[in-house]
């Protein structure tokens, strides 16, 4: 995303990382390296949550933890999200739209690919 107050974004579910920036091509803003474990850590409890009540149609969640909010996109009936970290004072109305898009053409991603593993079988 080129959003300036995007810190991080990734496509994520309970202990894994399933879309996740690698090191070398500098996505994540450096801030997110000193605070990564906590937010890990309160990611995978909200996880939980999502897992829990995907099926009966949770879209969002998100939390705040020291000066940054992480934000859920919750695809439904699954238990992945689209999570994006933003500093905690930052102007979520237009992120929130952003996410929201972008949410949807990985959804869409995600459908089509299921489509072909199923023509597959």
């Known amino acids: ?3 300036d107050d995007i810190l991080a974004c990734m496509v994520a579910r309970q ?3 399933s879309v996740m920036p690698s090191d070398g091509d500098n996505s994540f803003k450096p801030e997110i390296h000193d605070i990564w474990d906590i937010i890990h850590r309160a990611m995978d409890d ?3 949550v999502i897992r829990s ?3 009966a149609g949770l879209g969002e969640m998100e939390f705040r933890l020291l000066d940054y909010e992480v934000l859920f996109y919750v695809f439904h009936e699954t238990d992945n999200a689209l999570v994006a970290i933003i500093p905690a004072l930052s102007n979520k109305g237009l992120i929130e739209i952003e996410i929201e898009n ?3 053409e990985i959804k869409n991603i995600m459908d089509e690919q ?3 593993n199923l023509a597959t079988v």
């Open 1 to 3: 995303m080129k959003l």
């Open 15 to 17: 202990n894994m990382i």
């Open 46 to 48: 909200v996880f939980t």
């Open 53 to 55: 009540y995907s099926e």
């Open 102 to 104: 972008a949410r949807r």
């Open 114 to 116: 299921e489509k072909v």
